[in-house]
């Protein structure tokens, strides 16, 4: 893995090869995510700054772990694992954050982060995996990893904006 970028961010490979260029990238964009929430106490995590969306970075926090799980435990490994935050309503539990304990949150990401690369790292790229009626590779999972984090780290990019003026990369 490259160095820091000064913001904490390990920069990915330049040269590596396929499997750490996208590890890589996907630790970046990980990064980001934890660089946005960084600093901010467990109230400024908690703001709904664009209204009318229920988006808050400790509800991003948590639904990226819930992503993290169910990509990497559910459907590469096939672990029938519940939810760390079970749907309320029907209606996904990661983004209601009124009452959320941030520790929690941020141990809990980063454990399913941790587990995610013990995966990848163990797995063939061209590995197929099933979810429902669909087929996809440990390949494609990753790179679908790092567009979904890359998406909310748009949002989160915008909801730190709003809660203290602060911009970046």
Known sequence: M????????REPPTTAGERDTLAGF????????AMKCAGLDAERLRRKEIPPSDLSLLGLVRHMAEVERGWF??????????????RV????????????????????????????RAIVASRDLDERVH??????????????M????????????????????VTGE
Do not use: K
Not at 4 to 9: A, E, F
Not at 73 to 86: A, D, I, M, Q
Not at 131 to 144: A, S
Not at 146 to 165: K, M, Q, S, T, W
């Open 2 to 9: 490259s160095a820091s970028d000064g913001t904490g961010r």
């Open 26 to 33: 996907l630790d970046w964009q990980r990064d980001t995510l």
């Open 73 to 86: 435990r559910h459907v590469v490994c096939g672990e029938e694992s519940g939810s760390h935050w079970p």
């Open 89 to 116: 309503n029907g209606g996904m539990a990661d983004f209601l954050v009124a009452d959320a304990d941030a520790e929690e949150a941020f141990a809990v990401w980063r454990a399913e982060c941790e587990n995610s």
């Open 131 to 144: 979810r429902r009626d669909e087929t996809y590779t440990v390949r494609w999972i990753v790179t679908h």
């Open 146 to 165: 790092i567009e979904e984090y890359a998406r909310h780290n748009g949002h989160a990019d915008l909801l730190r904006e709003r809660i203290d003026g």
